[in-house]
């Protein structure tokens, strides 16, 4: 257990892509920063859940991996030299008389902060699960699994994907090349994803390289000692289907919780915190939302626009923090950042 006490200009809570930006934004601008993050290493779902899983709506990248987004972004931040305090949860985040903050994490960790962002993704993330007896069984094997970390893992494999959203939709085009054999599992012929990807896991459907398992949803698996051999499938009908199989990939989204953050008085919208778009301050003065747990109107859930709010988000933290201070704001062109 740790009992460090800290002080800093700002406390991050998420080291996610949108949180690290909000280092180097802070940085940028003098100002020393805290990251505190359940996961014990940074990266948030993207090093979690998709590292090798390609991203097309970077600027500059045309395709970039999870993991490789991640590792340049903390690249840009190591300059500044934050502080990251892994592993652990913020449990209690309290304001004080001065204005200032104390959070304490579940390790015992004090941090003293001038102003707080929040970048915490979708809180406590955890898999929906298929309503399926004995799943437990096959998951500690790999039998079952709800997250592709590699992608090497499932070469010349037989690969059932169930779910008819990005996530199954970009992990059967992804796959596709490298498993014996890809069978998607759906209960209806439209998908969920983006229109590109669905035109392109029907082409792949067409010319016999992804096998369509439509209209079936998931019933039971079989095996021996959680070694799978089949996912068995089934229409409304009660038609069923035995499909061949060494690894079930059912994505059916997150199951999200806001955990501890739920009890900090802030303006909550279904396990959202509502934010004042223009300088993404919550209801509490000092502590400002980014990324996938802010809420505004016409909010877009990309990590394009998590840093944008993210900058938003340091810069009104800087006029709290020093609010009779004169700020003259400058281009990164002039500045420059420091050599590390």
Known sequence: MSDASHSTDI???????????????????????????????????CSALYPEKPIFDIPAHPQIAGQDLIDQLAKQAAPFEPTYHLGQQVTKLEKRDDGRFTLETSVGTTIDAGAVVIAAGCGAFGPNKPP??????????GGVQYYVKRRADFAGKKVVIAGGGDSAVDW????????????????????????DSSAKLQALAEAGK????????????????????????????????????????????????????????????????GVTQATMATSVPGIFAIGDIATYDHKLKLILSGFAEGASAIHAARSYLFPDKEFHFEYSTTTGVPAE
């Open 172 to 195: 059967a085009l992804s796959l596709h090349d490298i498993a014996e054999k890809v069978m998607v599992v759906h209960r209806r012929p439209k998908f969920r994803a983006a229109p």
């Open 11 to 45: 406390a991050i809570i998420g080291a996610g892509p949108v949180g690290l930006f909000a280092v180097f934004e802070a940085g940028m601008l003098g100002l020393k920063t805290h990251v505190i993050d359940a996961l014990d290493m940074v990266g948030g779902q």
């Open 210 to 273: 992804i096998e369509m398992v439509i209209p079936y949803q998931l019933k039971s698996l079989k095996g021996d000692n959680g070694k799978l051999s089949h996912v068995v499938v089934a229409t409304l009908k009660g038609e069923e289907l035995a499909l061949e199989a060494d690894h079930l990939l059912p994505f059916f989204g997150l199951a999200m919780e806001l955990g501890p953050i739920a009890d900090w008085g802030l303006n909550l919208d279904r396990n959202h915190i």
């Open 132 to 141: 399926m007896e004995g799943l437990e069984d096959y998951e500690g094997s």
